[in-house]
């Protein structure tokens, strides 16, 4: 079965760029929720989907946006980058139910110049 | 809301000692608890979860925690630890909505030959 896949794994951006990042969850999981991770704030939750619907919502700016597609793939994009952006921006898949287990993605690791 | 704290940002051990990582957390609802292990450049993987029943839980690779609800703790245990255990341990907590972690500030766990 494969895992959780995110792409791209490394990509480069400069200021005032955009950027969008592309999870591919475990086939049959139906939530995929997003984590930003940074040495400073460590790791922070952005946003969980399921069935196309935004579920909730962690405390970032409007930049951050997020979307579920009908085959479950996610997509989350960054808008306007700005140097703090730089992390690594994780990707987790879940069964139905608030006692699934969370299958992380390697993660796209995006460094903003 | 929920927090996690873990006390020790950096461990070292020596190969074949035994380990604790400490967690406590802080939640006015029932928690889920969980232990995720991330290696260099990797996602999370899960080692152990508590969502109910026996307060000792197994989990892979011969670590165990004990869920102790009036110290609100959750700490990672192992009896003997191996240079492959060297990696950063998360603790993480999630209540009944969604699929939301709120995770501590984790723990390097470096084993010393």
């Known amino acids: 079965k494969a895992g959780v896949t995110q792409t791209p794994r490394y990509l480069i951006k400069t200021r005032g760029q955009q950027v969008t990042l592309s999870c591919s969850p475990i086939?049959?999981?139906?939530?995929v929720s997003w984590y930003q991770q940074t040495p400073g704030q460590g790791l922070q939750f952005l946003f969980e989907?399921?069935?196309?619907?935004?579920?909730n919502k962690g405390n970032f700016p409007g930049r951050f946006s997020g979307r579920q597609f009908s085959n479950s793939r996610s997509e989350m994009n960054v808008s306007t980058l700005e140097l703090g952006d730089s992390a690594l921006y994780l990707c987790?898949?879940?069964?139905?139910?608030?006692?699934?287990?969370?299958?992380f993605g390697e993660g796209s690791r995006l460094t903003v110049l | 809301a929920q927090s996690v704290t873990q006390l020790d940002s950096q461990v070292p051990v020596f190969e074949e000692a035994p380990v604790e990582l400490r967690c406590n957390y802080s939640?006015?609802?029932?928690?889920?608890l969980f232990w995720y292990v991330q290696y260099p450049n990797q996602g999370l993987q899960l080692l152990l979860k508590y969502l109910s029943g026996s307060t000792l839980v197994k989990g892979i690779n011969g670590f165990e925690a004990e869920f102790n609800k009036s110290q609100t703790s959750f700490h990672l245990r192992k009896p003997s630890v191996h240079i492959s255990d060297t990696a950063e341990y998360f603790c993480a907590v999630r209540g009944n909505a969604g699929n939301m972690l709120t995770f501590g500030g984790g723990t390097r766990l470096m084993v010393k030959p």
């Open positions: 939640s006015s609802v029932s928690v889920y």
């Open positions: 086939s049959g999981h139906r939530s």
């Open positions: 987790a898949s879940s069964l139905l139910g608030t006692t699934g287990e969370l299958f």
């Open positions: 989907y399921f069935s196309e619907t935004q579920r």
